[in-house]
Structures are given as C-alpha cells and as structure tokens.
C-alpha cells in the first residue's frame, strides 16, 4: 500500500519558493519506486525534479505531485579508456554529476545548475554554447501505457532547450547514458563559476525564463545587436528585455532582476500569476519594439 502525504504546499519544493497545494505528494528517491508508483495509481500526477526552470501554479492540484529526487546519489561508471559510458538515473542532481566527473570533460559548462539530470535532458539544458544532449547516448523512459523503452541519442530530438520529452507527459525519464572524453574538467569548472557569479542574479528564481533569438531582425533598426549576433549568431533574450526598459520592472513581488534582464526574481511573496503576468508583459513589450516573439524556456504547471 503506497502512503501519500495530503495537502502539501509546493513552495519548498520550487527554487522559485512558488506553488499551490497538492492534494496527494510523494517522493520517490530511485526509479523502481518511480515505476511502482506510477502502476499503481489511477489519478492525474506530475512530476518534479530539482523544482528548478518551472513555474508551479499556486491553484490547488487536485491530483498527486511526485518528487523524484534522491539525497544518495550514485552513478556507474564504464571506463573505456579515452572515454566512459556513465550510468546515471534521473533522480540525481545534475550537481553532483558534475562533481563526481572531475576526471571527464564535457560536463563542465552545467557547474551550479539546479535540478536533476532527468530535468536537464527533458529541457535539454545547456550554457556557454553547449548542452546536456551533446553528452546523451541513451535515455531509458517509461511510456505511460506502454511500458519501458531505450530512446537513442537520435530519437530524443534534442534541439535548443527542447527535446522529445519536454512537452510530451506520458514520457517519463528513468535513467541516461552518457559518453563522455577523459580529461580534467577542474580549470574549467572553477572558470565557469567565476563567470556564473559575475552574471547571475541572486534570489529565488528558476533561470532564465526565456530562450535567446536566432531568427531575424532589422538591423536598420536595431544596429545595437548586429555585432553580438554575427559573434554569437544569436540575440540574447536578455539583451532585448534590457532595451525594452524593463530591468528592475516588477508585478507584485515578482521582479525582472536588475541584474540579468532574463531572471525574474522572487523578492519575497510572489504568486505564479504575478509572473505570468510579467512574462506576457514582457512578451507584449518585445513584440512591440523588435517584432520578435519571445518563448519561454521554462514549464509552467498549470491547474
């Protein structure tokens, strides 16, 4: 018989320190329990990992929220010479992969991303021009219905903060296969976090809240953005937050970081529609001056 707990608040489970009420809540610390919870209930679930880079609803889930995240982490390692396949469940933190893998590179870019590596493949998490399914080769899924299956590298459909999973509920990560190069990752750890605190705001928040722009532009118009873009060959979506005016900009207690114009912050009681409506906002903003369509690189839980 599982036992669930009953009404329990989301907040402390969201970097964001926002969310509702879930009538039904467990968590689950290894993917076996993960399967037998799954088979054995008959109601609506979600799923949350680390409870970063998602926006919870603050309206009551009728339903069971599962937490899959464990505080005994372990990974497997097949070393193969130049290179290992790294056995990884989702359940662990993308953290402390990173840590555990000082003697491979490839990794180095995701130092003090929150969350799980389930959630880092699901939205196909990336920084510093490199991402999670560089590393992928293999992700072990249960298909509500359907049962276990091994997605390849191809089948995941990586692409910019996106993958086959991420918008797609009845799959749901277990496990991944990584491969990865020997080589020492600790200079280039320790650079990144240097960078990670010169560029990231502190407070509550999820990340970045949305992607950064690779289509067009008007560079008439918009000059400001020409020799960045033919650097990076893309627009960051904080660069065009900034020039809207709208670092500082807040809606209740949730405010565009005065910092990095793509964070927005909790600065103490922010509710999910405060930042729903700063993200519209933002949108509304963007179009208006660049015509361009900004889209969210987070989930949002909705009710």
């Given at each position: 018989?599982?036992?669930?707990?009953?009404?329990?608040?989301?907040?402390?489970?969201?970097?964001?320190?926002?969310?509702?009420?879930?009538?039904?809540?467990?968590?689950?610390?290894?993917?076996?329990?993960?399967?037998?919870?799954?088979?054995?209930?008959?109601?609506?679930f979600?799923?949350?990992?680390?409870?970063?880079?998602?926006?919870?609803?603050?309206?009551?889930?009728?339903?069971?929220?599962?937490?899959?995240?464990?505080?005994?982490?372990?990974?497997?390692?097949?070393?193969?010479?130049?290179?290992?396949?790294?056995?990884?469940?989702?359940?662990?933190?993308?953290?402390?992969?990173?840590?555990?893998?000082?003697?491979f590179?490839?990794?180095?870019?995701?130092?003090?991303?929150?969350?799980?590596?389930?959630?880092?493949?699901?939205?196909?998490?990336?920084?510093?021009?490199?991402?999670?399914?560089?590393?992928?080769?293999?992700?072990?899924?249960?298909?509500?219905?359907?049962?276990?299956?091994?997605?390849?590298?191809?089948?995941?459909?990586?692409?910019?903060?996106?993958s086959?999973?991420?918008?797609?509920?009845?799959?749901?990560?277990?496990?991944?296969?990584?491969?990865?190069?020997?080589?020492?990752?600790?200079?280039?750890?320790?650079?990144?976090?240097?960078?990670r605190?010169?560029?990231?705001?502190?407070?509550?928040?999820?990340?970045?809240?949305?992607?950064?722009?690779y289509?067009?532009?008007?560079?008439?118009?918009?000059?400001?953005?020409?020799?960045?873009?033919?650097?990076?060959?893309?627009?960051?979506?904080?660069?065009?937050?900034?020039?809207?005016?709208?670092?500082?900009?807040?809606?209740?207690?949730?405010?565009?970081?005065?910092?990095?114009?793509?964070?927005?912050?909790?600065?103490?009681?922010?509710?999910?529609?405060?930042?729903?409506k700063?993200?519209?906002?933002?949108?509304?903003?963007?179009?208006?001056?660049?015509?361009?369509?900004?889209?969210?690189?987070?989930?949002?839980?909705?009710?």
């Open positions: 018989m599982i036992k669930f707990k009953e009404n329990i608040s989301l907040k402390d489970y969201s970097t964001f320190k926002i969310g509702g009420v879930s009538k039904y809540f467990i968590e689950i610390k290894n993917k076996e329990d993960l399967k037998k919870v799954i088979s054995e209930i008959d109601m609506p979600r799923i949350l990992g680390g409870g970063s880079n998602t926006l919870i609803s603050d309206d009551y889930f009728n339903g069971l929220t599962i937490v899959f995240k464990t505080d005994k982490p372990q990974i497997m390692v097949n070393d193969m010479g130049c290179s290992g396949i790294i056995n990884v469940e989702a359940c662990v933190p993308f953290s402390f992969l990173i840590t555990k893998l000082k003697s590179v490839g990794l180095e870019w995701g130092v003090g991303i929150p969350g799980t590596i389930g959630g880092a493949i699901n939205g196909n998490a990336g920084a510093f021009e490199e991402s999670i399914g560089d590393s992928v080769s293999s992700v072990e899924v249960l298909e509500i219905g359907k049962g276990i299956k091994k997605f390849e590298k191809k089948d995941c459909n990586f692409g910019y903060r996106t086959i999973f991420k918008n797609n509920p009845n799959l749901i990560i277990l496990s991944a296969e990584l491969n990865l190069n020997k080589g020492s990752s600790l200079k280039k750890i320790k650079e990144n976090i240097k960078k605190k010169l560029n990231n705001p502190k407070g509550f928040s999820i990340g970045c809240i949305f992607k950064n722009h289509g067009e532009i008007d560079f008439k118009k918009h000059s400001q953005f020409k020799e960045f873009y033919e650097k990076k060959g893309y627009i960051s979506a904080g660069m065009l937050i900034e020039e809207c005016g709208l670092k500082g900009f807040s809606i209740g207690d949730a405010k565009i970081s005065s910092e990095h114009a793509n964070f927005i912050i909790n600065l103490k009681n922010a509710k999910s529609e405060n930042v729903l700063l993200i519209n906002f933002t949108k509304e903003q963007v179009k208006n001056k660049f015509l361009i369509n900004l889209e969210e690189e987070i989930q949002i839980f909705h009710v």
